[in-house]
């Protein structure tokens, strides 16, 4: 307790903000050791995220103190007088950690400019890439945590997230910065009022031509509104109807339990008001605007379409309005295959990655992010990435110049999906329909997933050893033909901690400690073939994935 007490003391006296030293201050005088743990016995660890965690006093907490490290380590891998663009979204004290940013990185002699309103984080990732002379991105944003999070999300100059080793030397060079009161503060930097480079870029998206489209949208109490009604308009889109309950920024998220719309219960104002205005869809976002969930209406009321549902959809539509065979599309191994069968057909290159975006945009390349000081060597490119998503509900959408943004874009998969529905309405069919048909053109490709929530992290090491000794040899009734291990690097992917078996007939199970929460999360995929009534298929594919899930459950309980 005496060391965890120095420590505290220690922070106190560097902590600029009076919040947070009112509340160590608080814990000190109770003796509140349990509350000292959690905050000083470990700390936020630096990753291909960045950081992201709660907010509150101590190395283990969202602070300005941690925010100020952050800068300091991050200053030390850049170039000296590079420039940095800095953006923000509408969570508690993202704005302060912006202007902190901008701060320490002035003082050690970078060229900081901070956008002047909060933005979505696609904004910012846009924005990152599209000055020869930025060498780096912040985007202070926490996406769908609940309200009392908040989180640091690093760009590199190509606007695409960060990943080793780089990841890993501003960590180092993190943990080298000394107290946060000594490090040399800049005062005045440029401020950004401007979004025009991505509007322009995204409303020009080339994916068909046809506006006719009634569209419910919710940014989930989060900044992507404004952004997104700019871009509709200019693309030629009818105004979409905002969910006035969920229009403003708060950071509070006072409608819904958790600000992420594939949440049950995320979606309920948006249907009901898409219910009674009888629109066409439902789009919504996630706070930050990076994520982009789709809801229809059909035979048995709305419908939110699950993100492999979404991933197919969209790969097709930009390929049927794409050309050239160095395209290429990405997904993830935890995404449906069906964007391998798609991929083929179209003759297109397709390429897999681990999960994140991070990994997305480097897939089917052998360069990286460089390192600490330098970037990668320029090397131009054997492919053309135009499509790339991940099953929860990230998408990046191009065209014939390419994606757009080298991060999940929101707003730009709203517009490709809102210019998809409004071809098929045209040809009177709905997004349920464009479904049906790409079952019967390769099969019905169905996905879910299972959760195992643990309280004691060892429990997730032991099970995952214990799979790598003893694969099952039948999951789900039907038999395991190949078991991977994705901790031994194969198939050009880097080595993580995974497990993944293919089953007889194309179906497919992945397992994988989820990297933000205490549990094991499981991806369940069934592949059947569709000659009979599509429905009928969707029924049987349904009861095989509760056995996969039932199966899991016993061996993982």
């Not at 630096?46 to 800068?71: H, I, K, Q, S, W």
């Not at 009392?148 to 501003?170: C, F, L, M, S, T």
């Not at 073939?529 to 599509?534: I, N, Q, S, T, Y």
Request: with cysteine; hydrophobic share 40%; aromatic share 6%.
């Amino acid at each position: 307790m005496s060391d965890l007490r120095a420590r505290a003391e220690e922070w106190l006296a560097q902590d600029p903000d009076p919040q947070t030293r009112a509340e160590l201050r608080a814990i000190l005088d109770e003796g509140d050791e349990q509350a000292l743990a959690a905050r000083f016995g470990t700390r936020l660890e630096f990753g291909t995220a960045g950081l992201r965690g709660e907010l509150g006093a101590g190395p283990n907490r969202m602070n300005r103190v941690t925010v100020m490290r952050a800068a300091a380590g991050l200053a030390a891998c850049l170039p000296p007088g590079g420039r940095v663009i800095i953006g923000f979204d509408a969570r508690h004290g993202s704005r302060r950690f912006a202007d902190d940013t901008a701060a320490v990185l002035s003082g050690a002699g970078l060229r900081p400019e901070v956008f002047a309103e909060p933005v979505p984080t696609p904004v910012l990732a846009h924005f990152t890439r599209s000055f020869d002379d930025i060498v780096a991105g912040v985007m202070v944003t926490a996406s769908h945590n609940p309200p009392r999070d908040n989180g640091y999300k690093v760009y590199w100059a190509d606007g695409a997230q960060i990943v080793p080793p780089v990841d890993a030397e501003i960590s180092a060079a993190i943990d080298a910065v000394g107290r946060a009161d000594e490090l040399p503060l800049g005062k005045g930097w440029p401020v950004h009022e401007d979004t025009e480079p991505y509007l322009d870029a995204v409303s020009s998206l080339k994916l068909g031509g046809d506006r006719g489209i009634s569209i419910v949208y919710t940014p989930m109490h989060g900044v992507g509104r404004d952004v997104l009604l700019a871009a509709f308009e200019r693309a030629g889109f009818p105004a979409p109807i905002v969910v006035p309950e969920q229009a403003d920024p708060d950071p509070d998220f006072p409608t819904v339990a958790f600000p992420n719309p594939e949440e049950p219960g995320a979606l309920d104002l948006a249907l009901r008001l898409a219910e009674a205005r009888g629109a066409d869809l439902v789009i919504a976002n996630d706070p930050d605007a990076d994520r982009c969930a789709v809801a229809v209406p059909g035979p048995d009321g709305w419908r939110a379409l699950t993100g492999d549902e979404v991933g197919g959809l969209l790969a097709e539509h930009v390929l049927r309005h794409t050309t050239g065979g160095d395209r290429l599309v990405v997904t993830t191994i935890v995404s449906s295959s069906l964007l391998r069968s798609i991929a083929a057909a179209h003759r297109v290159r397709f390429a897999e990655s681990l999960t994140g975006f991070k990994w997305i945009m480097r897939a089917g390349s052998q360069g990286s992010s460089g390192g600490c000081g330098r970037s990668s060597p320029h090397r131009e490119p054997d492919h053309r990435l135009v499509f790339g998503y991940e099953e929860a509900l990230g998408y990046s959408v191009g065209d014939d110049r390419g994606v757009l943004v080298n991060d999940k874009d929101g707003i730009g998969a709203a517009l490709a999906v809102a210019a998809l529905a409004a071809d098929a309405k045209r040809d009177g069919r709905t997004l349920l329909d464009l479904l049906d048909a790409q079952a019967r053109r390769y099969g019905l490709h169905a996905t879910s997933q299972l959760s195992v929530r643990v309280d004691d992290l060892s429990l997730i090491t032991e099970a995952m050893a214990r799979l790598r000794a003893a694969p099952p040899r039948e999951l789900g009734g039907r038999p395991v033909e190949s078991f991977d291990d994705l901790a031994k690097p194969s198939g050009g992917l880097p080595p993580t901690d995974g497990l993944r078996f293919r089953l007889e007939g194309g179906s497919r199970v992945v397992i994988r400690p989820s990297g933000t929460e205490p549990k094991l999360k499981c991806y369940l995929e069934v592949v059947l073939p569709v000659e009979e009534d599509v429905a009928a298929v969707r029924a049987r594919a349904a009861a095989d994935l509760d056995a996969l899930r039932a199966d899991l459950s016993a061996m993982l309980s």
